[in-house]
């Protein structure tokens, strides 16, 4: 039987690829946020507007910036959660 876990010291660098990755995520929400803003701003002009097409851009916008703020925020917990179910086949 082989028993192999993550090995958080054995590469040099693993610190900062941590503190980088923490700032990509960080980066992904802020970017989230103003992509969720920007997108309501074109859904509620396409709407008093009377563009269909326009609001339609709009509610996707928003649809994809919370999907983005959702996987960006819980992507350690899924990470997590997928290693465990690994762990167990």
């Known amino acids: 039987m082989i028993d192999i876990d993550p090995n958080g010291t054995g590469l040099p660098g693993i610190e900062q690829l941590r503190v980088i990755v923490g700032a990509v995520m960080t980066v992904g929400l802020i970017l989230s946020v103003l992509a969720l ?37 819980a992507s350690v917990t899924l990470i997590n959660f997928f290693w465990n179910v690994g762990q167990t086949v």
């Open 37 to 73: 803003i920007i997108s309501a701003i074109i859904w509620g002009f396409g709407a008093n507007s009377s563009n269909p097409h326009l609001a339609a851009r709009g509610k996707l916008g928003v649809l994809v910036s919370c999907a983005a703020a959702v996987i960006c925020g």
